[in-house]
């Protein structure tokens, strides 16, 4: 089997990996890192199928312009496709906003969304000779991990995967296999416990609104949203919650299949209670004081946030917890750094309360051996980290060979 990354490889974000054996190829994941100015990955070759492990844009971003140039069927599960073409539709629109080129037409999208396959998780479907199978990858919902067979050796790509047991979706467990291509996003980087987190979170939370302040909460659409939703509801706090932005949308598509939350009931009875933000004047009522609001975009990147922050940054009685990583450029790493925001243009002094809170869904260095370990591998294949190399040596003790080969690279495995 040969396989070569499109991108992704020695790199987070814009991963494309494409698989081949005997005149068949496979084509998995295929993103873009939405940056500024956005990184496309190389193009991609025909494929026999396209497998897409979950939403994200650097996973799923660029499969409409597979549907649009050389059209093959999408695999996915329901709400991957269905969040992936929200997200990709978004992405269009903030490229015209933004003033950069957009990688295909809105027509893609549409085509996309015909060509998609909805797959159930631990259920075998085969594409030509391959074999394949769906595994929970435990990273937000409907992530998986495809497991595929030919030619008498198996081979599981993890796309993002998380180990860690979190309030939205279950954690992945290992699945042996003889290769093995897994992600790196966090070589060298280690989490702290999961509820030592939300304990630090929830008392950001009640210090604020118990002494009169507005928190507002700037989280991710797809995942972090629902998480920071079900944590607040742990927290027995008699104060309203709001919810702008897409997370919303993306709640409710993700209400349409329970089957891939670990608590649908909950999740839709913890929806239902906050209060959606619709209007500028909703808006406006929203950071009343004693108030929480969670909002997008988790990287203070524009989106209603701002306006947000446009009522609360002036006042040392708010806060705003951050609730994901803040990559070096954005607006939140600025607030965390510099305590400074940019409010339309305007940059200004942040008075309220700024912290941040680890509630990765990225399985942390150990937890990525651990997992390799059991998948018992020979081989392993590194993508999707910026440092694979701090990764080698641990992985080294798990299989007999481990390799992270560079985007446009032609490696072989059994
Ligand atoms: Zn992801």
Same mark, same amino acid.
């Not at 993306?250 to 089957?259: A, G, K, M, S, W």
């Not at 209060?275 to 989106?303: K, Y």
């Not at 990583?325 to 339309?344: A, C, I, M, P, S």
């Given at each position: 089997?040969?396989? $070569? ?5 020695? &790199? ?67 709400? $991957? ?16 906003? *933004?003033?950069?080129? $957009? ?104 210090? $604020? ?24 509801? *742990? ?25 891939? /939350? ?38 203070? &990147? ?18 705003? /917890? ?15 750094? &510099? ?28 937890? /990525? ?19 694979? *190399? ?25």
């Amino acid at each position: 089997m040969q396989g $070569t990354f499109l991108g992704g490889a020695g &790199e987070v974000g814009r991963l494309g990996l494409v698989l081949g054996r005997a005149g068949s190829r496979l084509l998995l994941d295929y993103g873009l890192a939405p940056e500024d100015p956005p990184q496309y990955p190389k193009p991609a070759p025909p494929v026999s199928a396209a497998l897409v492990t979950h939403a994200h844009l650097d996973h799923a971003g660029m499969m409409p312009a597979i549907a649009h140039e050389s059209p093959a069927p999408i695999y996915g599960s329901g709400p $991957t496709l269905d969040t992936a073409e929200l997200l990709c539709q978004d992405c269009l629109k903030v490229h015209r906003i *933004e003033g950069y080129g $957009t990688p295909y037409k809105d027509v893609a999208v549409d085509q996309m969304a015909a060509d998609a396959r909805p797959i159930r998780m631990r259920s075998p479907f085969t594409v030509e000779d391959w074999e394949i199978q769906a595994e929970n990858a435990g990273h937000i919902p409907g992530s998986c991990m495809y497991r595929l067979q030919a030619g008498g050796s198996s081979l599981m790509f993890t796309g993002d995967l998380n180990t860690t047991e979190s309030q939205l979706v279950d954690p992945a467990e290992p699945i042996a296999c003889d290769t093995l291509i897994m992600e790196g996003t966090y070589a060298g980087r280690e989490h702290p416990p999961r509820r030592q987190t939300e304990n630090e979170f929830t008392q950001a939370v009640r210090a $604020t609104v118990e002494a009169g302040g507005t928190c507002v909460i700037p989280a991710f659409a797809v995942g972090r949203t629902q998480e920071v939703l079900l944590v607040l509801d *742990e927290m027995d706090i008699d104060r309203p919650v709001y919810i702008d932005g897409m997370g919303a949308r993306v709640t409710e598509l993700f209400l349409r299949h329970p089957y891939f /939350l670990k608590d649908a009931d909950r999740l839709e009875r913890v929806y239902n209670d906050a209060h959606r933000i619709r209007g500028h004047r909703m808006r406006q009522q929203a950071t009343e004081p004693g108030n929480i609001v969670v909002t997008t975009s988790g990287m203070v &990147e524009g989106g209603p946030v701002i306006t947000h922050l446009k009522h609360t940054h002036d006042d040392p009685n708010n806060s705003v /917890l951050l609730t994901g990583y803040q990559v070096e450029g954005t607006g939140g790493r600025r607030l965390l750094d &510099e305590h400074r925001v940019d409010l339309d243009g305007e940059v200004v002094n942040v008075n309220a309360t700024v912290d941040h809170f680890d509630f990765s869904g990225h399985a942390g260095h150990s937890e /990525l051996v651990d997992f390799a370990e059991g998948c018992r591998p020979e081989t392993i294949v590194l993508c999707h980290s910026d440092e694979p *190399e701090l990764l080698v040596d641990d992985l080294e003790s798990v299989a007999e060979r481990v390799i992270a080969p560079n985007t446009g690279e032609v490696f072989t495995v059994p």
